[in-house]
């Protein structure tokens, strides 16, 4: 069980929507084993040309921000995707709810190098 606060976001709009739908109750299990673990569904969360590119499956992506018990963000905010596959969806949410929130501890395919945009 990984008792590190997250909220994670998972976008839910465009080309995510479909592979969002096998990955959302995946993760909604991973959170309810998490004591400070928020999941949020969000619209887009990465606005890139491929979200934008008509049928275009670009796979979901996941935002996952540590945090506090009080939701103050307490790191930087480790991106997650694409999620492509069922195999991809599990490997996420096992990562979300045993880890500690490490990014290294991801499969290097999962990894989604997030700029901080001001």
């Known amino acids: 069980m990984n008792d590190h606060p997250f909220n994670a976001a998972v976008c839910r709009s465009g080309p995510c ?25 969000a619209g887009c969360l990465l606005h890139a040309p491929r979200c934008r590119a008509p049928g275009h499956d670009s796979g979901a992506y996941l935002l996952v921000q540590p945090c506090d018990v ?10 997650v995707g694409p999620v492509l596959t ?13 880890g500690d929130l490490d990014a290294a501890l991801l499969a290097p395919r999962l990894r989604l190098d997030v700029k901080p945009v001001r």
Do not use: K, N, Q, Y
């Open 17 to 41: 929507a479909g592979t969002a739908g096998r990955l959302v109750p995946l993760l909604r299990a991973a959170t309810r084993r998490c004591p400070h673990g928020v999941l949020i569904s």
């Open 70 to 79: 009080d939701r103050r963000p307490s790191g930087t905010a480790i991106g």
């Open 86 to 98: 069922g195999a991809d969806a599990a490997a996420a949410a096992e990562w979300l709810a045993f």
